[in-house]
Structures are given as C-alpha cells and as structure tokens.
Nanobody, 115 residues
Framework: QVQPVESGGGLVQPGGSLRLSCAAS????????MGWYRQAPGKQREFVAI???????DYSDSAKGRFTISRGYAKTTMYLQMHSLKPEDTAVYYC?????????WGQGTQVTVSS
C-alpha cells in the first residue's frame, strides 16, 4: 500500500516562500505521476501541480510562475517550491501518488499565508 506523507507546511507572510515535500512509501509500486491538490475552507479541492514519471510538469493558472514542482532522485519524493505567496494560497495541501490503477493520497499539510 502506497502512503504519501507531506511535510513543510506552516505560517508564512504574504510575499514569502515555502517548500512542501512529499515522500511516497510502501514499495512494490510503479508510479506514473505525483502531484499536489489543495483545499481552502469552504471550497472544493483544486489541482495545483503535477509531475509525471517522465518529468513533464503542469500547473494550475494560479500556480504558474510562482510554484515549481520537482522530484527527488528516487522519484518517490516530490517537492513544491512556492514563492510570492498570497493569502488566497491558504489551504490544506494534499500530495498524491498515481499508479496505473489508482491514486494514493496523503493526509495533507496546512499552509497559512497571513501577516
């Protein structure tokens, strides 16, 4: 069973930066992609970024130009570098790992952007 675990959330001031990490443990799997979604209070979960096993990336419009998704050498670790953070980026950020059969979700990490 794949288990993604997020880390790196916290409180940051507007305009600041934060780096989220995700490590997918469990073994015996072949991931085709990893990515991030987020969910703000009272809103639906929304896509943020994805990186495929080939290294192809894609971002939501709100993340483009400010966020960068990358992988570690093992390809079961993933990072989301966030710059120029805004109060509207406040949300719980969820990591997911996608195999050919299903998605595996982490428990989420809180990001709060506030002065």
């Amino acid at each position: 069973q794949v288990q993604p675990v997020e880390s790196g959330g916290g409180l940051v001031q507007p305009g600041g930066s934060l780096r989220l990490s995700c490590a997918a443990s469990g073994g015996g799997f072949d991931l085709v992609a990893m990515g991030w979604y987020r969910q703000a209070p009272g809103k639906q979960r929304e896509f943020v970024a994805i990186i495929t096993d080939e290294g192809t990336t894609d971002y939501s419009d709100s993340a483009k130009g400010r966020f960068t998704i990358s992988r570690g050498y093992a390809k079961t670790t993933m990072y989301l570098q966030m710059h120029s953070l805004k109060p509207e980026d406040t949300a719980v950020y969820y990591c997911y790992a996608q195999s050919k059969e299903t998605f595996y979700w982490g428990q989420g990490t809180q990001v709060t952007v506030s002065s």
